[in-house]
């Protein structure tokens, strides 16, 4: 029963007041009476309830919210975070106060939101990698990421680049899939680390084209750009924000796109799976949750603000710059959608026999 309605009862009450007696056979409309004034005290009751639910959700939020951004400050998820967070302590009137707690992939952060209380008064921003690879990756985990959240919406879907050292003779995707056929295990591509965004697409790349690449990982994807363009490695699959200035440049030579759309930055530039891979299709997207249990209320008054804010000019403007495609929806779309793709990353991790080191 939430607090504001007590006093609307008892008045209700008082007006059908109830006197209880023990049954006679003598006084059988007394029965009825009681049996009749119980009634309205349970429809008074379940009513007060479902008023104080949807009062709940019309007044939140009465305090700041934790926003949890389970990597540390600085990097995209982290800004994407703080973006979000200010749009919506701007038309909510209270602040989303970020919260990063990076560290084993993104983790520690999931596992501090989904046992925190499901109150509307914590949410959590996390990656493909945090949501649908970490469940295959790792043999165990605190959290589950279907049970343990409340879905509220995909925020966004971010290409990546498929890329090539100068040196390397192939000039398309076709080209590299022949060379690497030829060569098995003497390219190389790097990553980001183990089930990282690279790795998953090289390995996806792999298993589809029936080639093998042996997997470089790095500790970020920043020195393994480095190590391309100084041709210690011959194969990146990369973020397109930190990449795309050095295909321009000449320095590396782009093939591809990971998604199944083009990028508006590069619309020359084909898919993988135009190239003939088919049903080739790996993009870093990222997305919002609340811990399971969270009012429905809360959930829906978050994802019609965040719906919003996504077609903000200046929001869209930024996420242009970055590369990234504001995807927006409903809390069942994104439920959907993350079940794929766990089952899909399952595959590709059990397949490419990638653990967690």
Not at 47 to 67: D, E, I, M, N
Not at 71 to 83: C, E, L, Y
Not at 177 to 194: E, H, N, Q, T, W
Request: proline residues 7%; hydrophobic residues 40%.
């Amino acid at each position: 029963m939430q607090p504001g309605f007590a006093p609307n009862i008892v008045a209700l009450l008082n007006q059908n007041s109830i006197k209880i007696m023990a049954p006679t056979e003598s006084k059988p409309m007394l029965r009825k009476e009681t049996m009749s004034s119980l009634g309205k005290m349970i429809l008074i009751s379940g009513c007060a309830a479902t008023l104080g639910t949807a009062a709940y959700g019309q007044t939140w939020p009465s305090k700041p919210v934790r926003f949890v951004v389970p990597f540390v400050a600085g990097g995209p998820t982290d800004i994407q975070g703080r973006m979000l967070g200010e749009k919506l302590g701007q038309r909510l009137g209270q602040q989303f106060i970020i919260d990063n707690r990076g560290g084993a992939n993104g983790n520690i952060g999931m596992e501090l939101a989904a046992k925190s209380p499901a109150d509307g008064y914590t949410i959590v921003i996390a990656t493909v990698g945090t949501w649908a690879v970490n469940p295959s990756l790792y043999k165990s985990m605190a959290y589950d990421p279907v049970r343990d959240f409340a879905p509220v919406m995909q925020v966004s879907s971010s290409p990546g680049v498929l890329v090539v050292h100068p040196s390397v003779p192939a000039k398309s995707v076709k080209e590299l899939i022949a060379l690497a056929r030829s060569k098995p295990g003497k390219l190389d591509y790097g990553s980001s680390g183990v089930g990282g965004f690279g790795h998953i697409s090289g390995a996806l790349f792999c298993l589809m084209t029936k080639t093998e690449m042996v997997h470089i990982p790095y500790k970020s994807s920043a020195p393994s750009l480095t190590d391309l363009i100084a041709g210690q490695i011959q194969v990146l699959f990369n973020n397109a924000i930190s990449t795309v200035p050095f295909i321009k440049s000449g320095q590396t030579r782009a093939l591809a796109v990971t998604s199944l759309k083009r990028m508006s930055a590069l619309p020359e530039l084909p898919t993988i799976d135009e190239t003939g891979v088919k049903g080739y299709d790996n993009s870093s997207w990222s997305a919002v949750a609340a811990p399971a249990g969270t009012p429905k209320e809360i959930v829906a008054r978050l994802n019609s603000e965040l719906n919003a804010i996504l077609k903000l000019p200046d929001v869209m403007e930024k996420n242009a710059a970055v590369g990234a495609d504001a995807v927006g929806g409903t809390p069942e779309q994104f439920g959907d959608y993350l079940k794929s793709e766990i089952a899909k990353f399952a595959r590709v991790v059990k397949e490419a026999k990638i653990s967690a080191q």
